[in-house]
């Protein structure tokens, strides 16, 4: 029997739908999934049932599947896991691929397990997206990117500037990696004020071989700044600054 929500905005009724019937979703924000966890979601599941539904919007012009995932990757992966074979889910229409990955960003940014390229990556989409690039200024851009994810404005500087790393600094975040060899993401944004690509890996490389504490990158980085002359430490721009 399908269930219904009492939720003001919340779709009313729960369904069971085959989980060979939903796609991920193509540009969700959550990358990597630790497999540990998944099982023992998968475990819990197959105990004492899926607590929570997934959410759905509808793909009625697609061959292969009937849905899309807005919310649930984890519990969808879970229940193929667990070799069940419908997954209980919300089924609500998204406007567009923005108001969709919007959804999506609300929903899971709550939520602990995010990698730190994943949150950059996300806030980037975000900003880029196009009821964000409607505000007129760039200090209105920001503060509305800010709110989205309930955080102030100056992490969000902090975000984009992670995405401005060369690629041999971004690889050293890789979750794939042992904890004390992934570049920390506060690392990763003073390591971003260097104003040096060749000089940003170096020390990128440097840090996590040594897996140095924050003060310690931030040392290292200062020290060798200093000593190839170049620029670093530059603080972030804040909104008042655009008003200036």
């Known amino acids: ?44 599941i197959s105990e004492i049932g899926q607590i929570a539904p997934v959410e759905l919007r509808p793909l009625p012009d697609e061959d292969e599947h009937d849905y899309e995932l807005t919310d649930g990757e984890r519990r969808w992966r879970a229940i193929q896991i667990a070799e069940i074979e419908t997954v209980l889910a919300w089924i609500k229409p998204v406007e567009n691929e923005d108001d969709g990955f919007m959804r999506s960003v609300v929903a899971n940014f709550g939520r602990i397990g995010h990698t730190p390229l994943e949150t950059a990556m996300a806030v980037s989409r975000v900003m880029n997206s196009a009821s964000v690039q409607k505000c007129k200024t760039q200090n209105l851009k920001v503060e509305k990117v800010a709110r989205i994810f309930a955080r102030k404005p100056g992490w969000v500087h902090g975000q984009l500037k992670i995405l401005t790393l060369p690629p041999d600094v971004l690889e050293l975040m890789d979750p794939h990696l042992p904890k004390d060899q992934q570049l920390k ?60």
């Open 185 to 244: 993401s506060s690392v990763a944004q003073f390591l971003s004020t260097v104003d040096n690509e060749e000089l940003q890996v170096e020390i990128a490389r440097e840090i996590t071989a040594g897996g140095l504490t924050l003060r310690e990158a931030q040392k290292l980085v200062r020290d060798k700044a200093k000593a190839a002359g170049v620029t670093v430490g530059t603080r972030p721009p804040k909104p008042s600054d655009h008003y200036r």
């Open 1 to 44: 029997m399908a269930a219904v929500s009492q939720e003001p905005g919340v779709p009313q009724v729960v369904i069971p739908v085959p989980w060979t019937k939903i796609r991920r979703k193509k540009d969700q924000p959550r990358k990597y999934f630790d497999e540990e966890a998944l099982e023992e979601l998968a475990d819990s």
